[in-house]
Structures are given as C-alpha cells and as structure tokens.
C-alpha cells in the first residue's frame, strides 16, 4: 500500500533585500497515518503549558523555555520529518546567471530541491504553503507545473495549497526550528551581535537533541532532522 505524507512549508528571512545575510525555507512531514494522534499529543503539551497563541520563533518568550523543549522532545520521539534548505551569503546569489532574474524563480528551484529527496516507493504527497510568506496562488501553479513536468505528467506531489500557519501546529514547528536555525547561523555570521541567552540555551538543547550544529549542513541522507547547507559561489 502506499503512503501518504503531508509537507507543511514554511521560510525565514527570504526577502531580497533586508540586510540579513541568511535564508532557510523548511518542512515538517507528516504521515497521513498518524497525523491524528500527532495532533492530539501536540495540542495536549501546548494545554498543559497553557499555551492559546500561535507558536511563533519571533515571539520567543523566556518563560516558555519549557515549552519548547518539550515539544523537541516530542518531535524527534515521533514519527515527524524536518528537512530544511539553508542559503549563506545570500547577498551572493546570481538571479542575472541562474535564475532567469528573478528572486521567485529561486523561491521555485529551492522548494523543489527541498521537496525532490522525496520521489520513491510509490508514496503520494500533499504540500501545504503558509499562506504569509508566499505572493499567492501563481507560486503554487508554478511550483505544481514544475514537478509536473519533472514527473511527466505523474508527480507524487498531488496537492499544493496555501494554508494560514496558525490552522496547524505543524506549520508552527517549522517555524521554530527553521528560526533557530537562522538564528544560529546569523549568531555565527555576526549579523546577531547579542544574542539572547534564553535562545541560545534553546539551540543548544536543539542542537543536542538533534546532534548537529544548527549552522552547519546535515548528511545527505540524514532524514530525521535534515538540513541541507547552501552557500552561493562569488562571482570572479
């Protein structure tokens, strides 16, 4: 029988031109199967800390430190994918040469980069976009017409839809690792001169759950906590 994952997408810092040298654009996967007991435990922890607003990496407040390890605890006990892409030197980057000019052509190549690995085994797939980050329904026709026609006409990818994160946890768990991977990485880049202590005992915690370096890229083949680490080449 064949399986069937949900993607909840979200990105951090993916502006052109905002003075910040990093972007990320990440997943939370989720298997159809368990989808409603993953809900059920996430919501159950976010009651128990008493937590009714969206979870959300610019929000971060100190006392929900313990909050948010529990729910790295529940992730990496579950059966819960990350996968994300992590663009350095994002100042770097050659729309003219490789993209056709144009920053949303990138935004295209990256989620289909970020979404390729998973292409085996006969599986199908539903993906859904957070709804504030993206410049509406042409980004979802373009990205559908380039799997199509990677698959030729049969993508596993058979649903693309825009969803506001704050109608799914799932989409609010993506946010958090992907911001504290930014974070981190901005930390190591000097674009965040003093960090926040809080945070940074959080990335720890997440580094150490994950046994990886925030800032660094994973394995290819790594499919728990995935982080794929892009770096634009300077043009001589």
Request: glycine share 4%; charged share 25%.
């Amino acid at each position: 029988m064949n399986n069937k994952y949900d993607f909840y997408i979200d990105e951090s810092c993916h502006l052109e031109h905002d003075d910040i040298p990093v972007m990320c654009i990440g997943y939370i996967k989720v298997s159809m199967i368990d989808y409603v007991e993953l809900q059920k435990e996430f919501n159950q922890i976010l009651a128990k800390h008493n937590q009714k607003s969206e979870l959300k990496w610019n929000k971060f407040s100190n006392a929900r430190t313990e909050l948010y390890k529990e729910l790295v605890d529940y992730f990496f006990s579950s059966s819960l994918q990350f996968r994300c892409i992590l663009v350095k030197y994002k100042e770097r980057l050659n729309h003219i040469d490789f993209n056709q000019g144009s920053h949303d052509n990138f935004y295209y190549k990256m989620t289909y980069y970020l979404l390729h690995p998973n292409n085996s085994n006969g599986d199908e797939y539903r993906v859904f976009i957070d709804v504030q980050n993206t410049r509406g329904r042409e980004k979802l026709k373009k990205i559908n017409e380039v799997f199509n026609t990677e698959y030729k006409g049969n993508s596993p990818f058979k649903q693309f839809q825009h969803l506001h994160s704050h109608d799914n946890n799932f989409f609010q768990l993506a946010d958090f690792f992907i911001g504290a991977i930014t974070y981190k990485t901005r930390v190591v880049m000097n674009n965040i001169v003093n960090p926040t202590q809080n945070r940074m005992d959080f990335i720890k915690y997440l580094e150490t759950k994950s046994g990886f370096n925030l800032e660094e890229g994973t394995e290819p083949w790594e499919t728990k906590f995935n982080i794929f680490d892009h770096q634009p080449k300077i043009k001589l």
